[in-house]
């Protein structure tokens, strides 16, 4: 059964699309990322679940309801916010308790899911200190105990760990796949950052200007783009693209490597300038054009440096390099991805 | 370039960059108002406390020290425990419904509707318009004889004319028609302080309470006000500190009557030390406040620090 279906939802406000048709069911437990760019409508989408907004046209199933009129404190839903949102004048234990409060749980039953939820984010020794008392990591927790308190049927994570600085978003990261795996709640994670999209979904939904480009796994994302948006959008440095038949193709920086480094012989070969590289200890990034192409089109590819000594690949130099015909993606004049070559 | 390298070379003069430096020209800027304060207020101020330990009087200017008699003698006076009871009817009235009507205004001026921003503009003209006229405009409406709000509650067969409210002949009604007036003059301060506090609250502590199950009044009580709690008190003090010490509105409005039933210390004190001359006692009168308003801020103002942890 799908926790979350939605069907052909759509938001305008005053003549903009914010949301433009998205019909997506997220099945029991799923971790589901919504990924995309800032303004593509993830947001919206998500308040439109949570019920802080309204759609203007579509319906949304939670539970296997239609919850179109049900208030968000009904809808069996949590929300956790980009800022979390916590009650500064409240301590943390009341800031936990605040949505047993509100229906009116008996007070017994309210110590013993506080006393649940900060045992499993182990906040227990923060539950008398006041929000703005804590670090970043701490509030993160703090509002993900108070959002899982209820048992909610879905919950709704905006953009959790903007907040947190670098180093504190990558254990973050793994706290919050980890402990969804270990509730089972279903969770709808919207981000920009597909490092986190590919890190934590079980799937991956791509959106673009309010509509879904593709769902699936973090490998099908990846490896099977829908389309040129999504080819160019997940991937750091994005998929190469190159004018092809009044279309385009496409591969990944990590397959486009020197000829001689790969034994496969279904390859195409290309006439690679180097223009610059960069070292990032773990790469090389190769910047460089392909011969017949425009000059300014630039072209990346990366190469595990164990394999390309320094001396081997410098600027201004033409090479031979190829990638697999297996890892060529093409795709349509209008973008979508096609099979004819 | 060596004339250049030679000139600066030079020791500047110790003087040349005294403008430079944050002390001194901190100083020259800050000094103005502290010569202001020092002759306009704090010269007067203490005159009045000695003024309020000595006979002294229009008639009679002696400087003579007589210690706190004054004091005893004005507390003795049943005018003056009468007019210090109605000073803390008025100043809390007026503050509380100033209050509840800034609150719900600033909830109405926060909701998208046509003309707001005119509206917005014209709630702050009871603060706006001068107070003589203003009080001027509701001395008619409470008028014996030609008071509006007594014609439309007739018209409207709520009284007959026969039994008219007397609304400032009355010493009841009359406190409330002051408290009314001073509460219509409070309450544009008080929606923008409301709206400041409100609008300052992030959209995601609202949105977490809405989720989280939190209705109307919940949301109101348990999370917004709470939040807005010190910028309140804030305001809340300035408030009954002006209205504390404030004559304006009895004054042009009642005169202290009926028999004193709104007469209030900022009025006593002028009656008695303006008007009848005995400066001595209006002094005193006057500085009867001032241990009062000063245990009030502190205790305020130890709220809000309290609420800041």
Redesign the interface.
């Given at each position: 059964m799908s926790a979350v279906l939605t069907s052909e939802i759509v938001k305008t406000f005053a003549n903009v699309h914010a949301v433009n048709g998205i019909s997506l069911a997220v099945p029991d437990g799923e971790f589901m990322v919504l990924l995309g760019p800032s303004g593509c409508g993830k947001t919206t989408f998500l308040r439109i679940i949570c019920g802080l907004e309204r759609q203007t046209a579509g319906d949304v199933m939670i539970g296997g309801s239609v919850v179109n009129d049900i208030p968000p404190r009904a809808r069996g839903v949590a929300m956790m916010f980009q800022s979390y949102g916590l009650y500064p004048h409240y301590k943390i234990r009341d800031n936990i308790a605040f949505p047993l409060r509100t229906q009116r749980v008996p007070r017994a039953e309210i110590e013993k899911r506080v006393e649940w939820a900060s045992q499993l984010l182990s906040i227990g020794h923060l539950l008398d200190r006041r929000p703005r008392q804590l670090s970043g990591g701490e509030r993160q927790r703090v509002a993900l105990a108070r959002a899982l308190v209820r048992e909610p049927t879905v919950l709704l994570l905006d953009e959790p760990l903007s907040n947190l600085d670098a180093k504190l978003r990558a254990s973050a990261r793994n706290e919050i796949k980890q402990f969804q795996q270990r509730v089972g709640t279903t969770t709808i994670y919207v981000t920009h950052d597909q490092v986190e999209a590919m890190g934590m979904g079980d799937r991956i939904a791509v959106i673009d200007r309010g509509m879904v480009r593709q769902v699936g796994t973090p490998t099908e994302i990846y490896d099977d783009p829908a389309d040129r948006f999504v080819a160019t959008f997940v991937g750091t440095p994005p998929m190469n693209l190159v004018a092809w038949n009044r279309g385009h193709v496409g591969f990944r920086p990590e397959n486009f490597l020197p000829r001689d480094l790969i034994a496969d012989s279904a390859v195409t070969e290309f006439s690679f300038r180097v223009d610059r590289s960069e070292y990032l200890g773990s790469e090389r990034i190769v910047y460089g054009v392909l011969d017949g192409c425009d000059a300014a089109h630039e072209i990346t590819a990366k190469l595990p440096p164990a394999h390309v000594a320094e001396e081997s690949i410098r600027p201004g130099e033409w090479h031979s390099f190829a990638v697999r015909n297996s890892a060529l993606c093409y795709f349509d004049y209008d973008g979508k991805r096609t099979n004819r070559h | 370039m060596v004339a250049i390298a030679e000139k600066a070379a030079r020791p500047a003069s110790r003087l040349q960059f005294i403008l430079d430096r944050p002390g001194v020209l901190g100083a020259l800027f800050v000094s103005p108002a502290i010569l202001y304060v020092l002759a306009l207020v704090g010269v007067p101020f203490l005159l009045a406390i000695y003024y309020s330990l000595s006979a002294f009087t229009i008639y009679s200017q002696s400087y003579r020290f007589v210690g706190l008699r004054n004091f005893v003698d004005i507390v003795n006076d049943p005018v003056f425990r009468q007019t210090l009871l109605n000073t803390f009817v008025f100043t809390f009235g007026s503050q509380i419904l100033g209050l509840i009507l800034g609150k719900f205004g600033a909830l109405m001026l926060l909701r998208p509707f046509p003309g707001r921003k005119l509206v917005r503009a014209l709630i702050i003209l009871p603060w706006a318009v001068p107070v003589a006229l203003a009080t001027v405009a509701w001395e008619w409406m409470f008028d014996s004889l030609y008071s509006v709000i007594n014609w439309m509650l007739i018209a409207l067969g709520i009284i007959t004319r026969s039994h008219a409210p007397n609304w400032l002949g009355t010493p009841d009604l009359a406190m409330l028609c002051v408290i009314v007036v001073n509460a219509w003059r409070f309450f544009p301060f008080a929606i923008v302080i409301f709206l400041a506090g409100i609008t300052a609250i992030?959209q995601?502590?609202?949105?977490?309470?809405?989720?989280?199950?939190?209705?109307f009044w919940?949301r109101n009580y348990q999370?917004i006000l709470?939040?807005i709690?010190p910028i309140v008190v804030v305001g809340l003090v300035f408030g009954i500190v002006f209205t504390f010490t404030d004559l304006s509105i009895v004054y042009l409005l009642t005169n202290g009557g009926p028999v004193n039933a709104t007469s209030v210390l900022g009025y006593e004190g002028f009656q008695v030390g303006i008007i009848s001359g005995d400066v001595a006692h209006g002094a005193a009168i006057s500085l009867f406040m001032l241990p009062l308003l000063f245990v009030l801020v502190l205790v305020m103002l130890r709220m809000i620090r309290r609420?800041e942890?």
């Amino acid at each position: 059964m799908s926790a979350v279906l939605t069907s052909e939802i759509v938001k305008t406000f005053a003549n903009v699309h914010a949301v433009n048709g998205i019909s997506l069911a997220v099945p029991d437990g799923e971790f589901m990322v919504l990924l995309g760019p800032s303004g593509c409508g993830k947001t919206t989408f998500l308040r439109i679940i949570c019920g802080l907004e309204r759609q203007t046209a579509g319906d949304v199933m939670i539970g296997g309801s239609v919850v179109n009129d049900i208030p968000p404190r009904a809808r069996g839903v949590a929300m956790m916010f980009q800022s979390y949102g916590l009650y500064p004048h409240y301590k943390i234990r009341d800031n936990i308790a605040f949505p047993l409060r509100t229906q009116r749980v008996p007070r017994a039953e309210i110590e013993k899911r506080v006393e649940w939820a900060s045992q499993l984010l182990s906040i227990g020794h923060l539950l008398d200190r006041r929000p703005r008392q804590l670090s970043g990591g701490e509030r993160q927790r703090v509002a993900l105990a108070r959002a899982l308190v209820r048992e909610p049927t879905v919950l709704l994570l905006d953009e959790p760990l903007s907040n947190l600085d670098a180093k504190l978003r990558a254990s973050a990261r793994n706290e919050i796949k980890q402990f969804q795996q270990r509730v089972g709640t279903t969770t709808i994670y919207v981000t920009h950052d597909q490092v986190e999209a590919m890190g934590m979904g079980d799937r991956i939904a791509v959106i673009d200007r309010g509509m879904v480009r593709q769902v699936g796994t973090p490998t099908e994302i990846y490896d099977d783009p829908a389309d040129r948006f999504v080819a160019t959008f997940v991937g750091t440095p994005p998929m190469n693209l190159v004018a092809w038949n009044r279309g385009h193709v496409g591969f990944r920086p990590e397959n486009f490597l020197p000829r001689d480094l790969i034994a496969d012989s279904a390859v195409t070969e290309f006439s690679f300038r180097v223009d610059r590289s960069e070292y990032l200890g773990s790469e090389r990034i190769v910047y460089g054009v392909l011969d017949g192409c425009d000059a300014a089109h630039e072209i990346t590819a990366k190469l595990p440096p164990a394999h390309v000594a320094e001396e081997s690949i410098r600027p201004g130099e033409w090479h031979s390099f190829a990638v697999r015909n297996s890892a060529l993606c093409y795709f349509d004049y209008d973008g979508k991805r096609t099979n004819r070559h | 370039m060596v004339a250049i390298a030679e000139k600066a070379a030079r020791p500047a003069s110790r003087l040349q960059f005294i403008l430079d430096r944050p002390g001194v020209l901190g100083a020259l800027f800050v000094s103005p108002a502290i010569l202001y304060v020092l002759a306009l207020v704090g010269v007067p101020f203490l005159l009045a406390i000695y003024y309020s330990l000595s006979a002294f009087t229009i008639y009679s200017q002696s400087y003579r020290f007589v210690g706190l008699r004054n004091f005893v003698d004005i507390v003795n006076d049943p005018v003056f425990r009468q007019t210090l009871l109605n000073t803390f009817v008025f100043t809390f009235g007026s503050q509380i419904l100033g209050l509840i009507l800034g609150k719900f205004g600033a909830l109405m001026l926060l909701r998208p509707f046509p003309g707001r921003k005119l509206v917005r503009a014209l709630i702050i003209l009871p603060w706006a318009v001068p107070v003589a006229l203003a009080t001027v405009a509701w001395e008619w409406m409470f008028d014996s004889l030609y008071s509006v709000i007594n014609w439309m509650l007739i018209a409207l067969g709520i009284i007959t004319r026969s039994h008219a409210p007397n609304w400032l002949g009355t010493p009841d009604l009359a406190m409330l028609c002051v408290i009314v007036v001073n509460a219509w003059r409070f309450f544009p301060f008080a929606i923008v302080i409301f709206l400041a506090g409100i609008t300052a609250i992030p959209q995601d502590v609202l949105d977490a309470a809405t989720v989280d199950g939190a209705g109307f009044w919940r949301r109101n009580y348990q999370i917004i006000l709470p939040m807005i709690a010190p910028i309140v008190v804030v305001g809340l003090v300035f408030g009954i500190v002006f209205t504390f010490t404030d004559l304006s509105i009895v004054y042009l409005l009642t005169n202290g009557g009926p028999v004193n039933a709104t007469s209030v210390l900022g009025y006593e004190g002028f009656q008695v030390g303006i008007i009848s001359g005995d400066v001595a006692h209006g002094a005193a009168i006057s500085l009867f406040m001032l241990p009062l308003l000063f245990v009030l801020v502190l205790v305020m103002l130890r709220m809000i620090r309290r609420q800041e942890i």
